[in-house]
């Protein structure tokens, strides 16, 4: 069982949008403004997608975005396009015990 | 470009202890401004901290893995090293190795998010 908990699957059509939760604690999510998200193509290694909660890294399509409220930091992506369809997973920095919790992934469907 | 590629046995079996090295090319390990860490993902299932460490040879290790994990650091030659004691059928994963950077000011510092990927390597635990 993952430390931060998302949801198994979202879904939407192409130009629309789907946002992704995830839900921590006062430990980690809810603690600090150290969330990332990573992007993950079947047979791939993931792929950075946000940091610091909302800030994009350089390449990353302004499709993207990040946010936080309380114990749970949210992914949207807007203008949903068929590359988009992947899996999702969030981390957020734990203290300096724990360090790193990763959520057990969400899976992206393009219908 | 910075670039990280895992390398070591693709099966071990149950009871010994996989040993793989992670080696950078295109960036010096020694930077003080980064981590190095290993991630693992068990076959169909989501990503799992494994630790990281600093050129120094400080480290962080996941506390559910803490007593069977050892992460090292080989300035010289530009790599760092993952050494998992006792596995089991559980420890079949993939193993990623990171760099990793962090935010925030002076002593709140924090290394944790994950920057730059290996492409990951295959470990079977299996007789």
């Known amino acids: 069982q993952s430390a931060l908990t998302q949801p198994r699957s979202v879904s939407g059509s192409p130009g629309q949008s789907v946002t992704i939760s995830c839900t921590g604690t006062s430990s980690d999510v809810g603690g600090y403004n150290y969330v990332s998200w990573y992007q993950q193509h079947p047979g791939k290694a993931p792929k950075l997608m946000i940091y610091?909660?909302?800030k994009r890294p350089s390449g990353v399509p302004d499709r993207f975005s990040g946010s936080k409220s309380g114990n749970t930091a949210s992914l949207t992506i807007s203008g949903l396009q068929a590359e988009d369809e992947a899996d999702y997973y969030c981390?957020?920095?734990?203290?300096?015990?724990?360090?790193?919790?990763f959520g057990g992934g969400t899976k992206v469907t393009v219908l | 470009q910075l670039q990280l590629q895992e390398s070591g046995p693709g099966l071990v079996k149950p009871s010994e202890t996989l040993s793989l090295t992670c080696a950078v090319s295109g960036g010096s390990i020694s930077s003080s401004s980064y981590y190095w860490g290993w991630i693992r993902q068990p076959p169909g299932k989501g990503l799992d901290w494994i630790g990281s460490?600093?050129?120094?040879?400080?480290?962080y290790y996941n506390p559910s893995l803490k007593s069977r994990v050892t992460i090292s650091v080989d300035t010289s030659k530009n790599q760092f090293s993952l050494k998992l004691s006792s596995v089991t059928a559980a420890d079949t994963a993939v193993y990623y190795c990171?760099?990793?950077?962090?935010?925030?000011?002076?002593?709140?510092?924090?290394?944790?998010?994950?920057?730059?990927w290996g492409k990951g390597t295959t470990v079977t635990v299996s007789s």
């Open positions: 460490i600093y050129y120094s040879g400080s480290t």
């Open positions: 990171a760099r990793l950077s962090g935010s925030g000011s002076g002593y709140y510092y924090y290394y944790y998010y994950m920057d730059v």
């Open positions: 981390c957020s920095y734990a203290g300096s015990y724990t360090h790193v919790v």
């Open positions: 610091d909660v909302s």
